[in-house]
Nanobody
């Protein structure tokens, strides 16, 4: 059972930066996609960025390319999301997710459906 714990959320002014972390435990030798999603109350969960853990290939939501960077530190079993030039519309709960690569046939890696492990979320609030 994969266990994910996010940290690093908080409040920041527009234009600022934050780095989210996701500590991973219980992962087997399977290859995973890991991703960051965000959700605003009353709206659907939105895929922000994903990474293929086997080779580090990254994927981003078109609207966020250039401002957000996903990365992994395999030695520390940690996933990161570096966010810069933050805007008030980035305010959301941010979730870390993982799923075995075999679950992704026919799905975008930024779709929530194939991910079967989720963290509890961390709140990011960007003020203008």
């Amino acid at each position: 059972q994969v266990h994910l714990v996010e940290s690093g959320g908080g409040s920041v002014q527009a234009g600022g930066s934050l780095r989210l972390s996701c500590a991973v435990s219980g992962a087997s030798s399977n290859v995973y996609y890991m991703a960051w999603f965000r959700q605003v109350l009353g709206k659907e969960r939105e895929g922000v960025a994903a990474i293929y853990t086997a080779d580090g290939t990254t994927y981003y939501a078109d609207s966020l390319t250039g401002r957000f960077t996903i990365s992994q530190d395999s030695a520390k079993n940690t996933l990161y999301l570096q966010m810069s030039s933050l805007k008030p519309e980035d305010t959301a709960s941010y979730y870390c997710a993982a799923g075995e690569w075999t679950r992704f046939q026919g799905f975008s890696v930024l779709s929530a459906r194939p991910y079967n492990y989720w963290g509890q979320g961390t709140q990011v609030t960007v003020s203008s």
